[in-house]
């Protein structure tokens, strides 16, 4: 029943800064741990961060943005957020949010409920 949405990609040059959002709808996520993954044209989806569920919140990164990227989260809000600061052209790809369902939170088949993704397109 949960539905997500991300929002807030777009055409930045490299050194800017983005803020993503993902929405979820239909049923709470609060107790879930949730994930960002990037999709460049004609790769795989690869994990970009983490972030724990109710409780004590535990991050991870990607190592390509560690430093430059953090996530977070608003439960009364329902919504999961990625500051992408430092931007490179390396970094274009298509965004996407997913509800952490069970095993390793490194592989999207970890991962289920996912957005429809949103364009991030980084030049130099």
């Known amino acids: 029943q949960v539905q997500l949405i991300e929002s807030g990609g777009g055409l930045v040059q490299a050194g800017d800064s983005l803020r993503l959002s993902c929405a979820a709808s239909?049923?709470?996520?609060?107790?879930?741990?949730m994930g960002w993954f990037r999709q460049a044209s004609g790769t795989n989806r690869e994990l970009v961060a983490f972030?724990?569920?109710?409780?004590?919140?535990?991050?991870n990164y990607g190592d390509p943005v560690k430093g430059r990227f953090t996530i977070s989260r608003d439960n009364a809000k329902n919504t999961v957020y990625l500051q992408m600061n430092s931007l490179k052209t390396e970094d274009t790809a298509v965004y996407y949010c997913?509800?952490?369902?069970?095993?390793?939170?490194?592989?999207?088949?970890?991962?289920?409920?996912w957005g429809r993704g949103t364009q991030v397109t980084v030049s130099s």
């Open positions: 997913a509800v952490h369902l069970s095993g390793s939170r490194y592989y999207t088949s970890s991962y289920g409920h």
């Open positions: 239909g049923n709470t996520v609060s107790g879930y741990a």
């Open positions: 972030i724990s569920g109710r409780g004590g919140w535990v991050t």
